[in-house]
C-alpha cells in the first residue's frame, strides 16, 4: 500500500467513525447540547488514540502493520504530546476505512467490541 492510500483509507476512516458515534449517541439522547458534547468527546485524537489502545490485543498481525505503517504517515501537528495522539488516531482510522471498505464483518466486530465497553459510551 502507498502512503497516499493510508491517507485515503484515514480520511475515510474519520467519516465512517463520526457516522457511527453520532447514530450511537441519537438513540441515547436527543438534547441537542448533549448530542454535540457525546459527540465532540468521542471524535477527537485523544479519544481515537483510547479507541486503537483498546482495540490492540484483538487485531491481526496484518492490521497491526497497517496501524504501524499509519502512524508513520507525515501529520500537520508541531508539538510533540498532541503529535503522538494524533498518530495513533491516525491509525485507528485508517483501520475503520479499510474495514469500511474491505471488510465490513470486522468492523462490525470492533463496532460491537467498542460500544459495549460502557467506559467509553
Do not use: C
Not at 504501524?68 to 485508517?94: C, K, M, W
Amino acid at each position: 500500500m502507498e502512503t497516499l492510500a493510508l491517507k485515503n483509507y484515514a480520511h475515510l476512516g474519520d467519516a465512517v467513525w463520526e457516522v457511527f458515534v453520532r447514530n450511537y449517541v441519537i438513540q441515547h439522547t436527543s438534547n441537542s447540547k448533549l448530542l454535540h458534547k457525546l459527540t465532540t468527546d468521542r471524535v477527537n485524537a485523544s479519544f481515537q488514540k483510547n479507541m486503537l489502545e483498546y482495540i490492540t490485543d484483538d487485531l491481526t498481525d496484518e492490521e497491526r502493520e497497517l496501524a504501524r505503517r499509519a502512524r508513520n504517515l507525515p501529520i500537520p501537528i508541531g508539538r510533540r504530546s498532541i503529535q503522538h495522539d494524533y498518530r495513533l488516531a491516525t491509525a485507528f482510522e485508517v483501520l475503520i476505512g479499510y474495514w469500511y471498505l474491505h471488510d465490513k464483518e470486522r468492523l462490525t466486530f470492533f463496532y460491537n467490541l467498542i460500544s459495549a465497553n460502557k467506559e467509553f459510551f
